[in-house]
């Protein structure tokens, strides 16, 4: 197995005050950065709301060295990587996540990007523009209009009250004084001591030092600029206040003068009270029929002040009456108690998690700069935080301590497993003709055990799909989904993900995570959907409404495999499911662990389970309700044969097209907000996908503008000389190779090629097959894209417009 990565980073000041973190973490396959700047929204002066976010958002509009072409987002979508940015209230963090051999050109873009903003007048006016729309739509969307009422019990003073993401009004951009406090605000707080550079990847210590003080070596050299201590955040001697309103309680606790480790305790605290398990809160709340679901947060944190809430969904028609009683005794009970066994069990679940982060979710972690589970100074903490929040010498119960987590105890390994006698683990490579002979049954076997990714890693990966006769009933599915959230809370803190999702007339299970306790995790949610009351529950909907495009989303795969029918008899569905599987990356030892698992999938085994049907030369039109008055459209494209060249030349289109669509329809034209475009594989389907919200243009309209991008592309193609052609074309192959993927990453590429009928060897001929486009291909691909001969899948939030669009069935 490989070595597990260090539970805490190297920390140091360089010379010049930047604040490192490097996380040498060998597992890794890629590289990740991220950076905090000590200033956020509350820092700006109460004349331009709103500053310290548009500035964020000037940041990426790119600088004299590196234009907006080749700056920081450009460059790290071209590498297939992940960045993003944040203003928070106290803190502004910019991270992003790229392959090892591209991350010191990052760390290049993004040093000289807060060093050097160009600051354009024509740009910040296009870009207040984007944040105007940001505005719009966060006043139309009640969630986010419910968060910020959240704040409506502080003190008039507290800066949590005030307007803080800018809008047309509040940004004058024009005006000299802005200009100048935008100026002054860089100054102050955009220099090195004022930042925290956070970096993880596989790199020894002495390579991530070295990039680290390369990129401190760009930043102006400055000394920390304390940041002004805020109101109390009460004017009465009240600590805590309520809100009532359709169906939720909203419960807020106001903290001050905490210790330095409160955050840690905060988070201890929140982990524990949001346990759905027996004898918990929730569990109590549940039974007496007064709430449905339990979540606890710190909204925020600073300078020892700390607001707790504590959010609960109520049955409908249920009064809030008798909750913040139950959950003051709640609290009570566990001030009485040794913590001892949490704390321990935590630091297991904190580990797990760390060994199956990201890159970038272990930088952003390391940013925080906190102490790994509770420490000593974090149990002084917790009792100051209980202290405040009224906790007393009684309870009345009846309570008890959360049940063990049983995915956390790691049961001790069979020795020599997967071996036959006479052999040792030098033999591992090994086989006789009787192994032989049983690998090729599996082979053959409807669940694959995929020989295409190195099984001697932490992690693994988990498909299994039915093939049912009919779809689903919708709610059905809400009712398993739900049954399972306990059991997918446990295997979560014990490093496995998994979902059971339905589409169209397929249920689709996936674990992905590590791998050793992926067994016994399997085993018991084929034991809980199986059994005969696994769908009788009828619990409430307590799910968060998304916005219009993530709807869309949400909805495509089953709007690409097109079932009507609707049944809800979950026995009489397993009875006739058909189905097949694939695993990943599993040792021999964990896959002799799956007997009893295997032996638990309903259904009947079938390994040549048919691909949908293709939509060829077709111009269909999907219609999905999204409640929203902001419009939505995604355009699915797909290939026009499975050929493995023409997924390679949608590859390269998609990676030609992220960056000009973004630019073309987001910054230039201004459409809306939400705008992406990149490759999909969908129940086996390779296709491009474009996605537009918008808040004033209607479906119809954001199709003819994606249409006008799509004609433009051999003019696209046509611009990029050859160097250019063959580093993005080189860039895009070098994503797919082993040594860059994820074991989640490979998972999903193999299951789809399985899906698709791809050979075994898919992920080397993938690479090689992308290599081969060149420009006279990749202008016949954009050519047949624009034909449609593959079809075209449009799903919006409104109806379709007419020819040659017809109405899907």
Not at 197 to 207: F, H, W, Y
Not at 392 to 415: C, E, H, I, M, T
Not at 551 to 563: E, G, I, Y
Not at 726 to 749: I, W, Y
């Amino acid at each position: 197995m490989p070595a597990l990565n260090p539970l805490r980073p190297h920390t140091e000041t360089l010379a010049n005050g930047l604040r490192v973190t490097l996380r040498h973490a060998p597992n890794l396959k890629r590289c990740a950065a991220a950076l905090r700047v000590a200033a956020g929204s509350h820092d700006v002066p109460l004349a331009w709301p709103g500053l310290a976010h548009f500035l964020e958002h000037l940041l990426f509009l790119g600088t004299e060295r590196f234009p907006v072409s080749q700056g920081l987002m450009a460059y790290v979508q071209s590498h297939g990587g992940q960045v993003n940015a944040r203003t928070s209230e106290r803190t502004t963090d910019y991270f992003f996540e790229l392959p090892p051999q591209a991350f010191v050109g990052g760390l290049e873009r993004l040093s000289d990007m807060l060093a050097h903003p160009r600051m354009n007048p024509d740009d910040q006016l296009r870009e207040r523009e984007v944040l105007h729309a940001e505005y719009v739509a966060w006043l139309q969307d009640p969630t986010a209009q419910q968060q910020f009422a959240l704040f409506d019990g502080l003190s008039q003073a507290h800066p949590l009250r005030g307007f803080h993401a800018g809008n047309r009004d509040s940004l004058p951009v024009a005006q000299p004084e802005f200009q100048q406090a935008l100026q002054d605000f860089h100054q102050r707080y955009y220099q090195t001591g004022q930042m925290t550079l956070s970096l993880a990847g596989p790199q020894c210590l002495d390579e991530l030092r070295v990039m680290a003080e390369a990129f401190g070596g760009v930043l102006t050299k400055g000394e920390f600029a304390p940041q002004q201590a805020p109101m109390p955040l009460m004017k009465t001697s009240d600590k805590s206040y309520q809100q009532a309103g359709e169906r939720r309680l909203d419960l807020l606790l106001t903290l001050e003068a905490l210790p330095q480790s409160s955050a840690e305790a905060l988070a201890f605290l929140c982990h524990w009270l949001n346990t759905e398990k027996p004898g918990g809160l929730l569990a109590d709340l549940r039974e007496r029929g007064l709430a449905l679901k339990l979540k606890a947060t710190p909204l925020y944190q600073f300078a020892g002040q700390a607001l707790l809430h504590v959010e609960f969904t109520l049955p409908t028609h249920a009064a809030a009456t008798g909750i913040p009683e139950r959950l003051m005794d709640w609290l009570n009970f566990v001030a009485r108690q040794d913590w001892s066994r949490l704390r321990e069990e935590y630091a297991a679940l904190l580990e797990r998690q760390q060994q199956v982060s990201s890159a970038l979710q272990l930088a952003r972690q390391d940013s925080e700069q906190r102490e790994f589970g509770l420490t000593e100074q974090g149990v002084t903490a917790l009792k100051q935080i209980l202290q405040q929040i009224g906790v007393v010498d009684n309870f009345s119960g009846p309570w008890q301590l959360p049940a063990p987590n049983p995915f956390l105890r790691a049961d001790a390994p069979a020795s020599n497993a997967g071996l036959i006698r006479g052999q040792t683990s030098a033999h591992r490579g090994l086989r006789t003709f009787a192994q032989d002979r049983s690998r090729s049954r599996r082979e053959r076997s409807p669940m694959q055990f995929s020989q295409a990714w190195p099984d001697n890693g932490a992690e693994g990966a988990i498909y299994l799909r039915w093939r049912l006769d009919s779809t689903p009933d919708s709610h059905l599915q809400s009712r398993l989904e739900n049954h399972l959230q306990s059991l997918r809370e446990d295997a979560h803190q014990a490093g496995v993900d998994f979902s059971f999702s339905a589409s169209g007339n397929e249920w689709l299970l996936k674990l992905n995570g590590l791998q050793e306790p992926m067994p016994t995790v399997l085993e018991h949610v084929l034991k809980e959907l199986t059994k005969p009351d696994a769908a009788v529950s009828q619990a409430e909907s307590t799910s968060v409404a998304l916005i219009p495009i993530r709807q869309l989303l949400k909805a495509l795969p089953d709007h690409c495999l097109r079932h009507t029918a609707n049944p809800d008899d979950v026995q009489q569905l397993w009875s006739s499911a058909r189905w097949d599987g694939l695993a990943i990356g599993l040792s021999a030892q964990t896959q002799a662990a799956m007997g009893l698992a295997l032996s638990r999938i309903p259904g009947t085994p079938d390994n040549q389970l048919t691909p949908p049907s293709s939509i060829l030369a077709q111009h269909l039109w999907s219609t999905a309700d999204t409640a929203s008055n902001e419009h939505a459209l995604l355009l699915f494209c797909p290939t026009a044969t499975q050929e493995m060249a023409d997924e390679a030349a949608w590859r390269l289109l998609a990676h030609v097209c992220q960056t000009p669509f973004y630019q073309r329809l987001r910054v230039e034209l201004q459409l809306g907000y939400a705008v992406f475009s990149a490759l999909r594989q969908i129940h086996g389907q390779t296709g491009l996908l474009f996605g537009v919200q918008s808040p004033g243009i209607a479906p119809e309209g954001l199709l003819q503008h994606i249409e006008q991008f799509l004609n433009r592309l051999p003019e696209l193609i046509h611009a990029l000389d050859d160097t250019t052609f063959n580093a993005q074309r080189q860039a895009l192959a070098d994503q797919f190779c082993s040594a860059a993927l994820t074991t989640g990453q490979a998972a999903e590429l193999l299951w789809q090629g399985k899906l698709a009928g791809r050979s075994s060897d898919y992920l080397t001929q993938l690479p090689e097959a992308i290599l081969r486009i060149d420009r006279t291909a990749l202008l016949a691909a954009a050519q047949r894209l624009n034909q449609a001969e593959g079809g075209w899948l449009c799903l919006a939030n409104s109806a379709a417009p007419g020819a040659p669009w017809q109405a899907a069935k």
